[in-house]
């Protein structure tokens, strides 16, 4: 059973922080390449970042430097460590999983292929 369930999203004012959690089905550790994309209103997903087995890391470039994940195989849990959030940054966050041969085609292939959780609102305001 796939099981992905996102929940930390919130409003923030711009500069703030939130983190993201998202409990996964412990099989899909080390199976799948863990991730988190967003989406806009009436737009393409976004990949933001993935995490492989070995918690090698990969990022989306609009958020390099600002966005952090994490695994916690103990709790079952990836996270997705945001600061300096940005107005820009407001959407729908899912964390999602895909089985890819590689981080980088695993990155690319978040929100297009595999699973995905029901999405956090995160809500960034001036």
């Known amino acids: 059973q796939v099981q992905l369930v996102e929940s930390g999203g919130g409003s923030v004012q711009s500069g703030g922080s939130l983190t993201l959690s998202c409990v996964a089905s412990k099989w899909m550790f080390g199976s799948y390449i863990m991730g988190w994309f967003r989406q806009h209103p009436n737009k393409e997903p976004e990949a933001i970042a993935a995490?492989?087995?070995?918690?090698?890391?990969a990022y989306g470039d609009s958020i390099k430097g600002r966005f952090t994940i994490s695994q916690d195989y103990a709790k079952n849990t990836v996270y997705l460590s945001m600061n300096n959030l940005q107005e820009e940054d407001t959407a729908m966050y899912y964390c999602?999983?895909?089985?890819?041969?590689?981080?980088?085609?695993?990155?690319?292939?978040?929100?297009?292929?595999?699973?995905r959780g029901q999405g956090t609102q995160v809500t960034v305001s001036s």
């Open positions: 995490i492989d087995g070995d918690s090698h890391t």
């Open positions: 999602a999983a895909v089985a890819a041969s590689t981080l980088q085609i695993g990155l690319r292939s978040l929100g297009r292929l595999g699973h």
